[in-house]
């Protein structure tokens, strides 16, 4: 299918409203790490955000997905961006008045997290009724595409905001986007017939664990996922190397921030000029071994565009792993179970990014920095060797023409 017979107008103002969100959530990420990091200086705060993050995930994400099966995705989506905004809101008022405190910083982080439990499994599944089976394969890089350049956006945006107006600015920007993306929404077309009204119970949860659990090949894409970034992420360290180690300031932050997601936005357009990749599991198989040898590189990197290139390799090779877990699990999983199935990816992704906020936060307070990053990479290709091993269906796994 050529590109224009893809991007219609609906699919065009959906990417559009996530552009928004996806810029407004890494600025908003970014922007709390560093005002965390300017009230403690501690990284055992740092790694601290990713915990409260994780908590609500882990209790609502599976309750998510079972209504993104079973109500309307689009108004999931607009309810959950109206508590982002206020949210938002609040933040901004509170930092231009001089008033915030770390608890309010931590609650405003439990009631974004709350809104995002529920907005992702309704955007992840709503994309594919938008544009059908055969078309996916195309549109997956170019949805990526999308998230990667609002992700290399959020970061560096919030980083020369935060340098020249200070992080008021940064958080009235995340309001502005929020609700750019909520307009968008409001005006789509008329979406896809609603999910079947079964409402939301434990056999319906169950339903999309039971699928989940007799898939190895989904089970282990996810697996590997979780694992190798729990070990190997190095966002939530990004002030602690930005100021400590780097000494480039909130300007050189913002940079880093948005290395990887640079990194993954290259790798996108590369991705949506080729074929469809068919081996996918071989692939993802190769990123996460990329990902753990460049994790290492920063981790030991002393120089800053050394750094710079380090992450953003980083980012290619996490970025070709997304488009290859995307395409794997959306094209394996029916549609009246998209809800519950991008739900457990989704918890599964939230473990990873999350709680590894939380261990190398944790492992960098009772050490150091650079032992968490390096020691992480080292353990993401240890989980690699074991779920091939364990799981060698992955390996083998393609998709069909």
């Not at 998230?147 to 502005?176: C, K, M, N, S």
């Not at 080729?274 to 081996?279: A, E, N, S, T, Y």
Request: hydrophobic share 55%.
């Amino acid at each position: 299918m050529r590109l224009s017979e893809i991007l219609t107008r609906t699919v065009v103002l959906y990417l559009a409203s996530r552009f928004c969100v996806g810029t407004a959530m890494m600025m908003l990420r970014a922007a709390i790490a560093w005002h965390v990091f300017e009230l403690t200086r501690s990284p055992f705060h740092l790694g601290l955000i990713g915990l409260v993050q994780f908590l609500p995930a882990f209790a609502l994400t599976l309750v998510a997905g079972a209504l993104a099966d079973t109500a309307d995705r689009r108004r999931i989506m607009m309810t959950a961006q109206l508590v982002a905004l206020a949210s938002g809101v609040v933040l901004c008022i509170a930092t231009a008045r001089g008033t915030v405190t770390l608890g309010l910083l931590y609650g405003l982080v439990v009631a974004a997290a709350i809104a995002t439990a529920f907005d992702s499994p309704a955007r992840m599944a709503f994309l594919p009724t938008l544009v059908g089976r055969l078309a996916f394969p195309r549109v997956a890089p170019i949805a990526s595409t999308n998230q990667a350049l609002a992700f290399a956006t959020g970061p560096a945006l919030g980083g020369l905001l935060i340098a020249d107006f200070g992080i008021a600015a940064a958080y009235a920007a995340y309001v502005v986007l929020i609700l750019t993306a909520l307009v968008l929404l409001a005006v789509l077309p008329s979406p896809p017939a609603a999910p079947t009204g079964r409402g939301v119970s434990l056999e319906v949860i169950r339903e999309g664990l039971h699928f989940v659990r007799s898939r190895p090949v989904i089970l282990g894409c996810m697996t590997l996922d979780m694992f190798a970034v729990i070990f190997g992420g190095a966002t939530a360290l990004l002030p602690v190397y930005a100021t400590e180690i780097l000494h480039v300031g909130p300007r050189g932050y913002g940079l880093l921030s948005s290395a990887l997601e640079i990194g993954a936005l290259c790798t996108s357009i590369v991705l949506i000029a080729m074929p469809p990749i068919r081996r996918t599991g071989r692939t993802l198989l190769f990123a996460v071994a990329v990902y753990g040898l460049a994790t290492i590189l920063f981790g030991l990197s002393r120089s800053f565009p050394l750094s710079i290139v380090a992450y953003m390799l980083v980012g290619v090779a996490d970025q070709v792993s997304v488009v290859m877990r995307s395409t794997t699990i959306q094209l394996s999983t029916p549609d009246e179970l998209r809800g519950r199935v991008s739900a457990v990816n989704l918890l599964f992704i939230g473990a990873s990014n999350q709680l590894g906020a939380a261990e190398s936060g944790f492992v960098a307070a009772a050490t150091s920095a650079t032992f968490a990053v390096v020691s992480g990479g080292i353990a993401s290709l240890v989980v690699l060797a074991m779920v091939a091993w364990k799981i060698p269906e992955l390996a083998r796994y393609r998709i069909d023409r």
